[in-house]
């Protein structure tokens, strides 16, 4: 049995105006071993060295993380690169109002991001697909955007292979975590013109799209 695992994580806030963050960044580490044993050991060796040092870390978040955390927990990604990396970037200011509620653009994104990786590994005859989604960012609207998403995941797979979507907190896996960084390293590639994290991980970067990237429309 051919199990396919993949892990999405997000960057940027919902705020669309001028307060918000300029970009929102969708992206999507891919794998058919999750559980590789070198990765997982050491990310949990390199969690608990810290620890030993009175640095009190629960999990890795590139965001919130110390530099020298981020520098060793790249140099681990860099190590065992055993995932691809997809990534949908979104220009906030181009995006119409019709599809900034988060359950829309939210399950839109996904959608288009898991239907490209799915297109792409359809190849290796997956019999399961299993999607693990960091926990959701607004709460109140969970329920309904997980509705949605699912809706057009029937849509889109509908009875070809079995699938099933995880809402779990990053805290949970390391793949989860290394989601979380490599969204970091291309969301501030957009955001900030900060290119050193992602020439860490562009070897394993298997699409960055721009959404809006033809659009000349320009909202706020």
Not at 29 to 51: D, G, M, Q, R, W
Not at 76 to 91: A, G, L, R
Not at 154 to 176: D, M, P, Q, V, W
């Amino acid at each position: 049995m051919t199990t396919l695992y993949i892990f999405l994580d997000e960057s940027g806030n919902y705020d669309f105006s001028k307060k918000g963050t300029g970009y929102l960044c969708y992206t999507a580490v891919t794998a058919f071993n999750p559980n590789h044993e070198s990765l997982i050991i050491e990310l949990n060796n390199l969690k608990y060295k810290f620890i030993s040092n009175c640095l009190d870390i629960e999990l890795f978040h590139a965001s919130e993380d110390r530099q020298n955390v981020r520098d060793k927990v790249f140099d681990i990604i860099d190590k065992y690169n055993n995932f691809e990396v997809d990534s949908i970037i979104i220009e906030k200011r181009k995006a119409n109002p019709k599809i900034r509620k988060i359950e829309v653009i939210y399950s839109k994104i996904y959608e288009c991001l898991l239907r490209y990786i799915y297109q792409r590994y359809r190849k290796y005859d997956i019999d399961n697909l299993i999607i693990i989604i960091d926990s959701f960012p607004i709460k109140k609207k969970r329920e309904s955007s997980k509705k949605v998403l699912k809706y057009n995941l029937k849509r889109l797979f509908g009875t070809e292979i079995k699938y099933k979507i995880l809402h779990h907190a990053s805290k949970s896996n390391y793949y989860l975590q290394m989601a979380d960084y490599c969204c970091w390293a291309i969301y501030i590639k957009w955001s900030k013109k900060e290119k050193r994290p992602y020439n860490i991980i562009k070897n394993i970067v298997k699409s960055e799209f721009n959404y809006f990237g033809k659009g000349t429309t320009i909202y706020y």
